[in-house]
């Protein structure tokens, strides 16, 4: 029987056709849809590109907000203000300004504010084609703020995915939708985008990861395993699974060593806030800021200003989240309520993108053309028969799909690096 065995972080998976991989890093990223570690998984690029700050135990551990809820909700609301203010003010005068709009509390406090403040924001929405979209909150929300709404319905979903990950250190299989929504302002003619990134991070807006991660957890998993695999349910694979090829079966994940968060003495929903941001954030979600630069325009991201990030460590985690009754974002709420519509108010978390089925629809020709005889099943990193299976399939399940759409896009990924095969 072969001996299984772990391999650290840096150690290396050679190819003799000239690509390496941090093996343990390109499967935490077929694991999970993203690799944790500062590290890319492709070997030559050493660390990713993050001018984002990184968090430690320690800054969960400031003493918290002296004084009541609703006198918190006062000063996080000013504390917004100054923070769109503050970002704000360096636009020249003139230019037009965007927002980046869903329809949620989260872009719509950003686009209140700036009208609060005498700007003339402009609201930008993707749609995907389906009912349920977020296009028509968004519009209700740029009604109720007097606010010029613009959509752009994508008839093919996936048509960036090449422009948009051409960009980054590592792929991301939603990278093409952020990217359209950034080029569609841009060619709307805003140069000044403002996103409302960050509240789901700080202030407990993934209630129901947390529900999911905290019923593993009460069923028996140490707080490391139920995190990796309740707050990514419709991703998780085992290392076990059958879609992992020879080269990758058996490496063995080190975990604490990519998520170095569940052993420091913090609640466990702190260390889950701290996860949040210190990995999927800032791996998975803030290397898109990179677009900016490419398309040509500025992007403001308020929410995570170092300013806001402190306020938010000093408050108590119940006033963020309370997992009895599954209110998220509660201090946030508070603080903004005189600013969003009723409707905002009440919109449950969605999540920006298509309905997975239309993705299906699209992805199943392109993978046939790229997943099958792409380089990572030719080079034995993945099973041809896991993709080919799911491709037989009429309704392959959540985490089928997103498997096969992760290695569409890490094979147009590797193409744009000039390891196509096809």
């Known amino acids: 029987m072969r001996k299984e065995r772990s391999q650290s972080v840096n150690e290396l998976s050679t190819e003799k056709s000239g690509l390496d991989f941090r093996s343990e890093c390109l499967k935490a990223w077929l694991t999970l849809r993203f690799n944790p570690s500062a590290n890319c998984f492709i070997a030559s690029r050493d660390l990713k590109s993050n001018a984002s700050r990184k968090l430690s135990a320690e800054e969960f551990r400031v003493n918290e907000f002296r004084g009541t809820a609703e006198g918190a909700a006062a000063e996080l609301q000013a504390t917004l203000f100054d923070m769109v203010r503050s970002a704000a003010k360096s636009i020249p005068k003139g230019e037009r300004i965007g927002v980046l709009s869903s329809g949620g509390i989260d872009s719509t406090a950003v686009m209140a504010i700036l009208c609060r403040l005498g700007y003339h924001p402009e609201a930008y929405s993707i749609g995907f084609g389906a009912e349920n979209d977020e296009v028509e909150a968004a519009r209700m929300s740029a009604e ?21 990950n051409r960009l980054l250190d590592e792929p991301y299989r939603a990278a093409c939708f952020y990217y359209d929504a950034l080029r569609f302002a841009k060619e709307s003619g805003a140069k000044y985008v403002f996103d409302g990134l960050g509240i789901d991070e700080f202030f407990g807006g993934y209630g129901f990861r947390y ?8 069923s028996g998993m140490s707080r490391l ?6 707050a990514h349910p419709n991703d998780y694979v085992n290392s076990g699974s059958d879609l992992f090829g020879e080269k990758l079966r058996h490496i063995q994940i080190d975990w604490n060593a990519l998520l170095p968060y569940f052993d420091n003495g913090l609640t466990f929903l702190k260390q889950m806030f701290l996860a949040d941001y210190n990995a999927k954030c800032r791996q998975n979600f803030a290397p898109l800021a990179g677009f900016a630069q490419s398309l040509g325009i500025n992007v403001f991201y308020p929410w995570l200003d170092d300013r806001l990030i402190d306020f938010s460590l000093r408050i ?10 599954g209110k998220t974002k509660i201090l946030f709420r508070a603080a903004v309520r005189d600013l969003v519509p009723k409707s905002t108010m009440e919109k449950k978390k969605q999540g920006f993108g298509p309905d997975l089925s239309k993705v299906y629809e699209e992805l199943k020709p392109l993978a046939k053309n790229t997943v099958l005889d792409g380089y990572m099943v030719s080079n034995g990193y993945v099973n041809l028969s896991y993709y ?3 491709l037989e399939k009429k309704a392959p399940s959540i985490t089928e799909i997103n498997k096969l759409w992760d290695m569409y896009t890490l094979e147009v990924f590797l ?8």
């Open 144 to 164: 109720f703020l007097g606010v010029t709404h613009h959509t752009r319905i994508l008839d093919r979903i996936l048509a960036s995915t090449a422009d948009a």
């Open 211 to 218: 529900e999911h991660v905290m019923r593993l957890q009460n």
């Open 225 to 230: 395993d139920a995190y990796v695999q309740g």
């Open 316 to 325: 108590p985690t119940e006033w963020k989240y309370e997992p009895e009754t």
């Open 388 to 390: 080919r299976k799911t």
């Open 415 to 422: 193409d744009g690096l000039g390891h196509g095969v096809r």
